[in-house]
């Protein structure tokens, strides 16, 4: 079992910035990848970020790069979603998400956070 849990959501101006952050806890080791998705209300739920859990390789949305940038906190077992620039096409609910080596499945991301509110005023 893996046990995802995010924050760092709010209220923010267009054109600043919020870092959302992901704590993983249970078996993640078991863990290939983190991913950050988004859902506006009435839009279809978006593929944001991904880092692989050995922080080898990532990858970034056409709408977020250049803006966004993904990490990850070895020491805190956390990924972090550091997101500039931001404008209101960005407002939505964020999840985390994990995958595990070896699952084969429809939607592979198995583990899910609760979600946090991201708000962008303009």
């Known amino acids: 079992q893996v046990q995802l849990v995010e924050s760092g959501g709010g209220l923010v101006q267009a054109g600043g910035s919020l870092r959302l952050s992901c704590a993983a806890s249970?078996?993640?080791?078991?863990?290939?990848?983190v991913a950050w998705f988004r859902q506006a209300p009435g839009k279809e739920r978006e593929l944001v970020s991904f880092?692989?859990?050995?922080?080898?390789?990532?990858y970034y949305a056409d709408s977020v790069k250049g803006r966004f940038t993904i990490s990850k906190d070895n020491a805190k077992n956390t990924v972090a979603l550091q997101m500039n620039t931001l404008n209101a096409e960005d407002t939505a609910v964020y999840y985390c998400?994990?995958?595990?080596?070896?699952?084969?499945?429809?939607?592979?991301?198995?583990?899910w956070g609760q979600g946090t509110q991201v708000t962008v005023s303009s």
């Open positions: 880092i692989s859990w050995s922080g080898s390789s990532t």
């Open positions: 249970g078996r993640t080791l078991s863990i290939l990848n």
């Open positions: 998400a994990a995958r595990r080596f070896g699952v084969v499945a429809h939607n592979p991301y198995e583990y």
